[in-house]
């Protein structure tokens, strides 16, 4: 079985500060993603990456950055928390040549920003 | 524009009853639909997925349907349990895109004893 593990389950910041969410996957997958999920609007992918030290943007990159060093891991920072980026954070993985372009999720972080 | 909608927004059902739950699509080119269940506070999990030649297909009390020509599925769960109470999220992926996921909002259900 495929495992995605989040550094976190539940967070809570200040204003202000930088923000590590980590994402380990197991399964040597190359593709990695994060997604932010709020109530009423379902998943959007904030940053994907394709392999090692490769990032590509999605559709809410604003205010976030990420950075793979290594294949299993996969983080998203926040350099400044600010309080519309309370939410909960989902990351996923995938095999770079999966026909049915399957994502496997970790079970999210629910990120608080006082 | 790609887009996924769902309905009922939530919905409440006994223990033991059937329902069903809605997902329309706008996603072109299709390449397949899946159905997630996602528990409260946890990732969404996978049920289902089909293609386009695909109509129906079941996973234990989980049945899930695709009219590709009205772009229309629905996901009908059979003699319900209090263990199915979560939101349940249609994703589509468009045949355009190597890595792109169109989620609906999801359906929340409550399946009270």
């Known amino acids: 079985d495929v495992k995605v593990t989040q550094s976190s389950r539940y967070l809570v910041k200040r204003t202000g500060e930088k923000v590590f969410l980590e994402c380990v996957q197991d399964?040597?997958?190359?593709?990695m993603f994060w997604y932010r999920q709020d109530p009423g609007l379902g998943l959007r992918l904030i940053y994907f990456?394709?392999?090692?030290?490769?990032?590509e943007k999605g559709d809410i990159p604003e205010g976030y950055s990420v950075s793979r060093e290594k294949k299993e891991r996969f983080s998203l920072i926040l350099e400044s928390a600010s309080t519309n980026q309370t939410s909960m954070y989902l990351c996923a993985s995938r095999v770079l040549s999966s026909s049915y372009n399957e994502q496997f999720f970790g079970p999210g972080t629910r990120l608080t920003v006082l | 524009k790609n887009q996924v909608e769902q309905s009922p927004q939530s919905l409440i059902i006994l223990e033991g009853k059937n329902c069903t739950l809605q997902?329309?699509?706008?996603?072109?080119?299709?390449?397949?639909l899946r159905w997630y269940k996602q528990d409260t506070g946890r990732g969404p999990v996978s049920l289902t997925i089909m293609t386009f030649s695909e109509n129906t297909k079941s996973n234990g009390r989980y049945t899930a349907t695709l009219d590709a020509d009205t772009k229309q599925s629905s996901l009908h769960i059979t003699a319900s349990q209090l263990s199915d109470s979560a939101s349940y999220i249609c994703?589509?992926?468009?045949?355009?895109?190597?890595?792109?996921?169109?989620f609906g909002s999801g359906t929340r259900l409550l399946v009270r004893p």
């Open positions: 990456s394709y392999d090692v030290k490769m990032k």
């Open positions: 997902c329309n699509y706008t996603v072109s080119p299709f390449s397949n």
């Open positions: 994703v589509v992926s468009a045949k355009d895109s190597s890595y792109k996921l169109i």
């Open positions: 399964m040597d997958h190359e593709n």
